[in-house]
């Protein structure tokens, strides 16, 4: 994973960039190892951090890459989840179920960011698709199962991920897309949680902002999706006494 974020940090400076973040995303938010990584990039390390997954958007990054994502909960993708595998099943904005990529691809947004890089499985890359029409998709591996699948070589993989970032950035910079970021108007959004047990629901419904719909999902209004994946990841947290 440090080799795969080298090379989209490499492909990025490569097409131009002139800081590039680099935002340590999974478990405890410190996986990868920063003494293999291009010296130019900067690395967000560690949680609770605010703005989660995107941590950096408040610095002024514009584009985005999504590197060695994976499908949503309850898909046939590779280490298929949505935020944490223990605690929650489905998750809905306003009606439609996102995994991670929609739910921080909106955070992105919210933030006059654009998603224009993604990697994972081909699970990932075909339920994400339509959400971001214009962005370039890099399938590095094909899922058979949960814990299973054929993936490219690490050396491939890498060669793909730098390619892909040195062109997306190139492309927009072409353009004339790449700006200064300009935090575009929050707007209320509906989140529909769905959990995995019954217990969950019982604990997450002490927050009084939650109102129980069925003995498994639960609701809550929030002001803006970043507020919505700050809720997230606070009961994502709470999730642990039950563990």
């Not at 989209?8 to 405890?28: E, K, L, P, R, Y």
């Not at 209004?221 to 999730?239: F, G, I, K, P, Y």
């Amino acid at each position: 994973m440090t080799l795969e974020a080298n090379a989209a940090i490499q492909g990025a400076f490569a097409g131009g960039a002139t800081h590039v973040w680099v935002n340590d995303s999974h478990g405890g938010f410190r996986n990868l190892l920063p003494d293999l990584l291009d010296a130019r990039a900067q690395v967000v390390l560690g949680k609770p951090r605010t703005l989660g997954m995107m941590a950096g958007l408040e610095y002024g990054a514009v584009l985005v890459f999504m590197i060695g994502y994976h499908a949503m909960s309850q898909s046939r993708g590779i280490l298929a989840h949505t935020i944490n595998s223990f605690a929650f099943a489905r998750v809905l904005l306003n009606g439609v179920e996102l995994g991670k990529a929609g739910l921080y691809g909106a955070l992105a947004a919210q933030y006059g960011a654009h998603v224009v890089l993604l990697s994972g499985d081909d699970v990932f890359a075909e339920e994400t698709r339509a959400q971001f029409p214009d962005a370039r998709f890099v399938v590095t591996k094909t899922a058979s199962g949960h814990a299973s699948g054929v993936t490219q070589t690490p050396e491939s993989a890498c060669t793909a991920v730098e390619r892909a970032a040195r062109a997306i950035v190139e492309r927009h910079l072409t353009a004339g897309t790449i700006r200064d970021s300009v935090r575009v108007s929050a707007a209320p959004v509906e989140c529909e949680l769905r959990v995995q047990t019954t217990a969950l629901a019982d604990l997450f419904c002490q927050w009084p902002l939650l109102t129980r719909v069925d003995g498994v999902t639960l609701r809550f209004d929030a002001t803006s999706v970043e507020h919505v994946v700050r809720m997230l990841n606070c009961l994502s947290a709470m999730s642990f006494m039950l563990r």
